[in-house]
């Protein structure tokens, strides 16, 4: 069965500093979805990694993919309080056209404070 | 907005009934997907459907049940609703059926079963 974990699950932290989500999944994947959903809302799809070694950036979020060890990061620069809200890893299906949806992470809910 | 559209925004039901819930996916898109939020079990994947075929399955209960239309809108049948059924749903929708496009989700019903 495939797992997804997201760590921390809770971060408060100040405007300015920067930090890093992780997510760790337990077996092959080689697409890896990061949304962002703000509270009673639905998700909104932040990053598509897509092979090892992808980075991709947007703003102050950064997301990578390692799929040798099966790590995902979401790196936060100089946050700002906008940026608050709850972040989901997902991966996606094992196999190339294999029929399954998304195995989302619990989400990191994420608190900015000035 | 992601041009997915779930009707009704809100649904409050007794235990024991049956709703149905609503979704159209983004034009041109031919697969829907339906996932499922609560507090307790995190996101959730249902069920998909490509092209008005059922295509995978996920955590579905043998109460729910989903079809997809020839007009590709797609509607999830909740009966013998139960206290714990209380969650928001969503369906997202992607361009193929191999489970490996992006998913673009819908604003989502949140659904009370008092």
């Known amino acids: 069965e495939l797992k997804v974990e997201q760590n921390p699950l809770f971060l408060s932290m100040q405007e300015g500093k920067n930090y890093t989500i992780y997510c760790n999944y337990s077996?092959?994947?080689?697409?890896l979805y990061w949304y962002r959903q703000d509270p009673g809302k639905s998700l909104e799809s932040l990053f598509v990694?897509?092979?090892?070694?992808a980075v991709k950036q947007e703003g102050r979020l950064m997301a990578s993919l390692d799929t040798k060890a099966r790590l995902s990061t979401l790196h936060i620069t100089a946050a700002v309080h906008d940026l608050s809200a709850t972040y989901f890893c997902?991966?996606?299906?094992?196999?190339?056209?294999?029929?399954?949806?998304?195995?989302f992470g619990k989400g990191t809910h994420l608190i900015i404070q000035p | 907005d992601s041009g997915v559209t779930q009707t009704p925004k809100h649904l409050i039901t007794a235990t024991g009934q049956r709703v149905t819930l609503r979704c159209s996916p983004r034009?041109?898109?031919?697969?829907v997907y339906w996932y499922q939020q609560s507090l307790d079990q995190g996101l959730q994947f249902l069920i998909q459907?490509?092209?008005?075929?059922?295509?995978a399955k996920g955590n579905i209960l043998e109460r729910f049940s989903a079809q997809q239309f020839p007009d590709l809108h797609s509607e999830l049948n909740l009966s013998s609703l139960e206290l714990g059924d209380s969650a928001l749903y969503f369906c997202?929708?992607?361009?193929?059926?191999?489970?490996?496009?992006?998913?673009?989700f819908g604003p989502g019903t949140r659904l009370t079963v008092l």
């Open positions: 997902a991966v996606g299906p094992r196999v190339r056209g294999g029929a399954d949806g998304l195995t």
């Open positions: 459907y490509y092209n008005g075929e059922e295509r």
């Open positions: 077996t092959t994947s080689d697409r």
């Open positions: 997202a929708s992607s361009v193929a059926g191999g489970g490996w496009d992006e998913q673009f």
């Open positions: 990694l897509l092979s090892n070694g």
């Open positions: 034009s041109g898109d031919l697969s």
